[in-house]
């Protein structure tokens, strides 16, 4: 890596040149399709002789199966198909790890564990013949906490099973393995002013969406070809790892994605496609499921539970080393806990310059239903405990949280956790906005006295960042028809976020031509080129770059034939208003005469190509070992947000009076959509903060396993969020564009414990900061006045 490129990028649009889409506040192209109700969602695929069906679960959190009779399920009336694990290839699957099975033979590991699936003419059928299902149980050990799974003696979840990573742990149910290590922590603990050494919780949470997973599949009976209707993050994926469970090439699979009414990481991987796909070859009908909220909650894939413990040494007002552990309570199965230790062990340095580190982020197997992505897994839940940690750091150092902050916040150039160095780094400059806007230092001089006496205000800062999975590839298509209509094919796919859109724009801006002028394909993987998905922040990122070089292409191709139309030389001829011009005169010529030339005589018809791929910043062997499918950081987005809150320290209770959001997000391609993502990822951040989590009693039964108990933010609860855009530190996606899907649901928990300290003097280190857990740590600490 050359030393330039230490300083932050900048982009040949940098200085005056404006742009005609790019930058506009614009409405979603399919936004007119969701508010009429005409969008098709995976819960509105039906066909005329489609079955529905259901899945049979455990109703053990750790149990062996002593039997297993499905036969008078079978001869239920209505009911056209059973399967159980002897339907399915023999195969043991997983990301990281090898460890899952579609169905289990004869043990089960969590409460609501699928055991068979069967479908039936109607869903009540279906549901009636559920409870024909006979099956036996002889119940094992659970184990249900991350102390009980890091116990030397540890009863295994998955014996024989190789973790991720070689973690060097007695207990056979640590998953996976990552660590960090650079500089000399020894030496910085040995001569620091001060040490400091604290443990955080957070709980597991729900992705929350409004539709459920829903998925409809269809067998031929002839060909065998599979054809599947889902609501999904990523469709190729979703075909590849079908074609891996049901041991057939992946060109037997179509996948089909429907709209899809939020995802936030739980859509990427499959879930009822085998299932679906298995009923209806059984049954030589198409099969639908859908699950409940219920379902949801007890057996689908939620954010883990993490437990941080962190400790820091700082000398003259700078962190001059960390060490840290995040231990994942991954559930039942490792892979996706693996990705979010790996993604822990670096979080523990934060948007921070530390010298000196040590982290360790561990997964740990529970008889829990296993976790899956949720929006900045990894990062979230760490930096909880980081931001937390980085306030009383400050109050030990006795600098104010901003000013501590100001000190210690990365730079360009700054050595990222694994060595790599830092670019286009914005946090400072949001930082320093944010506060300014809203007047944190006058805030705290004359800080307000709330009328009542117990009730009292405070202002909590959090910073963070965030990557692009930037290692998955994208491709796409730009093709113009004959009235100058452009059609944009992408695998991207949009979950709710708004991030197509984006796409859309960047081809209305190469070709010169209005949003309303593009069309986009998307969701066929027999039609649509290769996409890695709607994950890792990474569309307007990947999947934008790939639509940049397939737009220039197209361009490319329109002003050859231009050039022959208008008799001129390519360098002269501009494209704009669906039209190509000689530049500087009144002479033009439209695109849909353009495309018939080249489809009749001039170049063939208009297809532009254009492709994403990057392998990850280059970063040092020598500093990370174990498991590593992120090693270092794609173009991180940065993030500075305050929280001010007023506490009632009789009732414990917290209420957002205020809430300011700065995002260092590069280039941002439509503010419209940028600020849907930060209030978003706020609003979730705010549930995480103060209200949610997914509870178990002692044996390992869900307790709250629906939208009553389980307390999502609601608008009572949230304040306006003020969106502040930070742009000019630009990253590698279009027009300098960085990511901006995940990033903002990172700060709030921290900001806003860190405003309930600022008001009160209490710490709360375990999420959610609900009254009883507030009140509880009033009891336990006297105040730290701050
Ligand atoms: Mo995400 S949690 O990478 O969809």
């Given at each position: 890596m050359s030393i330039t490129e230490t300083e932050t990028r900048t982009t040949e649009q940098e200085s005056e040149e404006k742009f005609g889409v790019v930058g506009a506040r614009l409405a979603r192209y399919d936004g007119d399709l969701k508010v009429s109700g005409s969008a098709v969602f995976g819960t509105d695929i039906t066909f005329p002789n489609m079955l529905y069906g259901k899945i049979f679960r455990s109703s053990r959190p750790h149990a062996r199966i002593v039997k297993l009779d499905v036969s008078r399920a079978e001869n239920f009336p209505g009911v056209r198909a059973v399967v159980t694990a002897s339907d399915f290839p023999e195969i043991v699957y997983g990301f990281a790890i090898k460890d899952e099975l579609i169905l289990p033979k004869d043990r089960v590991i969590f409460y609501g564990q699928p055991i068979c699936a069967i479908a039936a003419d109607t869903l009540e059928i279906a549901e009636k013949a559920l409870a024909e299902i006979e099956v036996e149980y002889e119940p094992l050990p659970n184990v249900l906490t991350v102390e009980d799974a890091l116990k030397d003696d540890s009863p295994p979840l998955h014996p024989g099973v190789v973790p991720a990573g070689?973690?060097?742990?007695?207990?056979?149910?640590?998953?996976s393995y990552t660590k960090v290590r650079r500089g000399n922590i020894e030496k910085a603990f040995r001569t620091a002013d001060f040490v400091l050494e604290e443990r955080y919780e957070t709980p597991q949470t729900h992705q929350g969406y409004l539709e459920p997973r829903a998925t409809t599949a269809e067998v031929d009976q002839k060909t065998g070809r599979v054809r599947v209707w889902t609501a999904t993050q990523s469709p190729f994926l979703v075909r590849n790892t079908l074609a891996e469970l049901l041991a057939i090439p992946v060109s037997q699979i179509q996948i089909m994605s429907t709209?899809?009414?939020?995802?936030?990481?739980?859509?990427i991987l499959c879930h009822l496609e085998p299932f679906c796909v298995m009923l209806s070859k059984k049954s030589g009908r198409p099969v639908r499921m859908v699950l409940t909220r219920a379902e949801e909650f007890i057996a689908a894939t939620p954010r883990p539970a993490v437990h941080v413990w962190i400790k820091s040494a700082v000398k003259d007002g700078k962190i001059v080393a960390r060490q840290g552990r995040s231990v994942v309570d991954c559930g039942a199965y490792g892979s996706d806990g693996a990705v979010y230790a790996n993604i822990a062990a670096f979080t523990l340095q934060g948007p921070y310059d530390i010298p000196n580190m040590e982290t360790e982020g561990i997964a740990v197997y529970t008889n829990k239903q296993p976790a899956g992505a949720y929006r900045a897994p990894g990062t979230m839940e760490t930096a909880f405990g980081v931001e937390s940690h980085t306030d009383m750091l400050a109050v030990k150092a006795g600098i104010s949280p901003l000013d501590f902050r100001l000190n210690n916040l990365m730079e360009d150039g700054t050595v990222g956790p694994t060595g790599q160095i830092m670019v286009s780094v914005g946090v400072k400059d949001a930082l320093r906005k944010a506060a300014e806007k809203i007047g944190y230092r006058e805030f705290r001089s004359r800080r307000r006295q709330a009328k009542d006496s117990h009730l009292s205000r405070g202002l909590g800062i959090a910073c963070g960042l965030i990557p692009t999975v930037g290692i998955h590839a994208s491709g796409a298509y730009i093709k113009l028809n004959e009235d100058g209509k452009i059609i944009l094919i992408s695998g991207a796919s949009d979950t709710g976020t708004g991030a197509v859109t984006g796409l859309a724009m960047i081809a209305a801006e190469e070709l010169g031509v209005g949003l309303k002028d593009v069309m986009v394909q998307s969701g066929d993987t027999d039609v649509v080129p290769w996409d890695g998905g709607a994950?890792?922040?990474?569309?307007?990122y990947g999947a934008g770059n790939a639509v940049l070089m397939a737009a220039r292409d197209a361009r490319n191709q329109l002003l050859t034939v231009a050039s022959i139309v208008l008799k001129t030389d390519r360098s002269k001829i501009e494209l704009r208003d669906g039209r190509a011009w000689i530049a500087g005169t009144n002479e033009s010529t439209p695109f849909s005469g353009l495309v018939g030339r080249a489809q009749y005589?001039?170049?063939?018809p208009i297809l532009g190509r254009g492709y994403f791929a990057k392998d990850f910043p280059e970063y040092n062997k020598d500093f990370v070992e174990g498991y590593?499918?992120?090693p270092s950081l794609h173009d991180p987005t940065f993030v500075a947000h305050i929280a001010e809150v007023e506490v009632n320290s009789l009732t414990g209770e917290t209420r957002l009076t205020r809430y300011l959001a700065a995002v260092d997000l590069g280039r941002c391609i439509n503010p419209l959509g940028a600020e849907g993502q930060i209030q978003g990822g706020v609003t979730q951040g705010i549930g995480y903060a103060l209200t949610e989590e997914m509870l178990h009693d002692e044996n390992g039964f869900p307790t709250n396993p629906n939208f009553t108990d389980y307390k999502l933010p609601t608008i009572m609860g949230v304040p306006l969020i003020e969106p502040l855009i930070v742009e000019g530190h630009y990253g590698n996606g279009p027009y300098g564009a960085k990511g901006i899907g995940e990033v903002n649901i990172v700060p709030p928990a921290p900001a806003i414990a860190n405003a309930v300290f600022d008001a009160t003097g209490v710490r709360v280190?375990?999420?959610?900061?609900k009254p009883e857990n507030v009140l509880e740590a009033m009891d336990e600490s006297a105040p730290i006045v701050p």
């Open positions: 070689s973690p060097p742990y007695r207990s056979k149910n640590v998953a709209h899809t009414g939020g995802a936030f990481g739980a859509k994950q890792g922040s990474r569309t307007t005589n001039a170049g063939g590593t499918f992120v280190r375990k999420l959610p900061l």
